[in-house]
Structures are given as structure tokens and as C-alpha cells.
């Protein structure tokens, strides 16, 4: 079993930035892949980030790339994500997750109970 537990959200005004962070527990979390997900009221789920166990491979959706940038530090057992230049369209609630795959559509095993971000106009 994996626990993860995410913090960092808030209330931002556009162009702003946070920082989320998730930390891992249980089982050797270095050899989880980590992603990002995030769901707005309404919406589907969305992939958002991901970055394999060792750092050397990330991925981003589209609509982040360039603004967000995804870590982990694995002595301290917690992922990151850096969101840069906010926008209103990123309000969402943020979800980390463990996979034993690295990819955006690949299964997730473990999940985070969620932080919200909310980008004011």
C-alpha cells in the first residue's frame, strides 16, 4: 500500500504561482512513477504531469507545459509540482498518484485525497 497526502492549494490571482507538494508513505515509493491529475467542477478528470521514479523522464499535458514543472525528491518521499503564470482555467482540485507505469494513460494504483487550487481573474 501507498498513502499519499497532497497540500499546497490556495487561492491565487492570475499569473501567479504554488507549489504543490505530495507526500508518499508506505511501500518504496521510489519505484512508483508519480503523476498529477486535476478535476474542475463538471469536468472530467484530467492528466496534468507525470515523472518516472528516478527523475529522468517527465511528461505534461499540453495545456501546462511550460508553466508547470513536476520533481520529486525521493529521500523525502514527496512529489512537486511547480505552477507557474496561473490561469483561471487551472482552478481545479488537485490530485496526486502512484503508478508502477510511467505515462498519462497508464493505470494508477494509489491516489491522493485531493487540495484545491482556485486562479482568480
Known amino acids: 500500500q501507498v498513502q499519499l497526502v497532497e497540500s499546497g492549494g490556495g487561492l491565487v490571482q492570475a499569473g501567479g504561482s504554488l507549489r504543490l507538494s505530495c507526500a508518499a508513505s508506505g511501500r518504496t515509493v521510489s519505484r512508483y512513477a508519480m503523476g498529477w491529475f486535476r478535476q474542475a467542477p463538471g469536468k472530467e478528470r484530467e492528466f496534468v504531469a507525470a515523472?518516472?521514479?528516478?527523475?529522468?523522464?517527465?511528461v505534461y499535458a499540453d495545456s501546462v507545459k511550460g508553466r508547470f514543472t513536476i520533481s520529486r525528491d525521493n529521500a523525502k518521499n514527496t512529489v512537486y509540482l511547480q505552477m507557474n503564470s496561473l490561469k483561471p482555467e487551472d482552478s481545479a482540485a488537485y490530485y496526486c498518484?502512484?503508478?508502477?507505469?510511467?505515462?498519462?494513460?497508464?493505470?494508477?494504483?494509489?491516489w491522493g485525497q485531493g487540495t484545491q487550487v482556485t486562479v482568480s481573474s
Open positions: 498518484a502512484a503508478s508502477k507505469s510511467f505515462g498519462r494513460s497508464v493505470p494508477y494504483d494509489y
Open positions: 515523472i518516472t521514479g528516478t527523475s529522468i523522464n517527465t
